[in-house]
């Protein structure tokens, strides 16, 4: 298996061991926090697994991580850009921190043609987690937010970071201050808006994950709706648009009306394989006013600026790639042979029974096993069959009860994962 990217983190020495300590007093914030970072807390878990079964031949279906290569034309590409450094005419220093000119209009011309997204409204960054991060300093602490349940971790982590979540409601598992918009299979995965109530911030992710679920069309426009109507601001996260295969839209601002109350994040990684090179983009319209009528899109330029210092000028020789012709046709290659994993997957969890959702508009699959915990799945299936996949309750209290499967492995290992849990879950 590929060596996981918490292998190397040092344990961190505890207060037994240091017999000195500060006078700085901890950010209350981060006491917040209930548990460490999911990701890792899956990778401790299967650490703790291969102590006790060292020979198992693991198969990695937790995290979201692509694990095909990427295309030559873009890594020649991002080789080509590499070497250029090495020489005079060739060297480049620091970039614009909003990124590379000709990169904004290549995504603005790929991704937003006739949605009146235009290259200057567009940041590149070294990805969506880092967006999230620097939208938060933008947002500040006293925005109320709403985030779908369940969803990506970063956007309650991040809120609780910054101090908008309130204090955790040991018995819901929830923060007091977020609203938590349910998405499940009784609602379609679309929030009931007409019961939730107004928030300043509203974090949305389509094709969402951990469900898999993308919002129709008309749902969209609901949203839409609903933040003009509330005087909100969407974060729409659309980090898995490149899988989309029905009519769904793969941006908000396909959207009448959203330019003026959504700011939109995606990435590089899953569709581009980008996971570890790093590049992302946010889209924030010039449209887009706080209640003084001041534009968003200053204040983030000024957090850009001063927080971050542009994206690797090689991730962004590689981004450029990625957008000529032959390079989006062979990152949709790739794509497609996830795309592919998850209809195995799909099928070999309905072939038990169980209810299925997702894999079809993203590489995630959700499966449901009803009155169960999710975390005593996942162990069930770790020790039983070796394979990692997520308890569903790490991406909050609606996702209890269900376990996500990433596709994002060889095909080899989707088909003999595929053949463990089915002898698993048939047998039991
Ligand atoms: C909805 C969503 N947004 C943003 C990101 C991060 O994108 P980057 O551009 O690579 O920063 C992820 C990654 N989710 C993966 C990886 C988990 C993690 O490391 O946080 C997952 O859910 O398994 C995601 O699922």
Not at 106 to 114: Q, T, V
Not at 244 to 269: L, M, N, Q, T, Y
């Amino acid at each position: 298996p590929q060596p996981n990217r918490w292998a190397s983190s040092s344990k961190s020495k505890d207060d037994s061991e240091v017999g000195h300590c500060t006078r700085v007093q901890r950010n209350v914030n981060m006491e917040g926090l209930r548990t460490g970072y999911l990701f890792p807390e899956i990778f401790k878990r299967e650490s703790e697994h291969m102590q006790k079964k060292a020979h198992a031949r693991l198969i990695r279906l937790g995290i979201g991580d692509t694990t095909l290569p990427i295309p030559d034309i873009i890594t020649s590409a991002m080789a080509e850009h590499a070497y250029a450094l090495s020489t005079i005419q060739g060297y480049k220093g620091y970039g614009a921190e909003q990124g590379n000119m000709d990169l904004r209009k290549a995504i603005a011309e790929k991704f937003y043609k006739d949605m009146g997204v235009e290259g200057h409204e567009i940041f590149v960054s070294d990805g969506a987690q880092s967006d999230i991060s620097r939208l938060q300093m933008l947002l500040g602490s006293n925005v109320t937010v709403a985030i779908q349940d369940p969803s990506f971790p970063g956007y309650t982590d991040s809120s609780v970071i910054v101090g908008q979540a309130g204090k955790l409601e040991e018995e819901s598992g929830k923060y007091g201050n977020i609203v938590y918009m349910n998405c499940g299979s009784e609602n379609g995965f679309f929030p009931d808006l007409s019961t939730t109530p107004r928030t300043d911030i509203i974090f949305f992710c389509s094709p969402n994950n951990p469900t898999g679920n993308a919002a129709s069309r008309q749902q969209l426009q609901q949203l839409v709706d609903f933040a003009r109507i509330n005087g909100s601001i969407i974060v729409y996260d659309s980090a898995y648009a490149a899988f989309i295969s029905d009519e769904s839209p793969r941006s908000i601002f396909e959207i009448p009306g959203a330019k003026e109350v959504a700011i939109e994040i995606s990435s590089f990684s899953k569709f581009a394989g980008f996971t570890g090179v790093r590049l992302g983009w946010t889209v924030v319209p010039e449209e887009l006013l706080y209640s003084n009528r001041f534009p968003v899109i200053k204040d983030y330029n000024r957090i850009v600026c001063t927080c971050f210092n542009g994206a690797s000028n090689i991730a962004q020789a590689g981004g450029l790639a990625c957008l000529s012709e032959d390079g989006y046709k062979a990152v949709t290659n790739v794509v497609n042979y996830y795309k592919e994993n998850a209809k195995i997957l799909v099928e070999a969890f309905a072939s038990l029974g169980l209810k299925v959702y997702g894999g079809k508009n993203a590489p995630y699959i959700w499966v449901h096993f009803p009155g169960l915990s999710s975390w005593d799945v996942f162990n069930e299936i770790l020790e039983k069959t070796d394979v990692v996949t997520v308890p569903g309750r790490g991406f909050g209290p609606g996702g209890e009860g269900y376990i996500r499967v990433s596709a994002f492995g060889h095909r080899e290992n989707i088909l003999e994962a595929s053949m463990r849990l089915k002898k698993l879950f048939f047998l039991a």
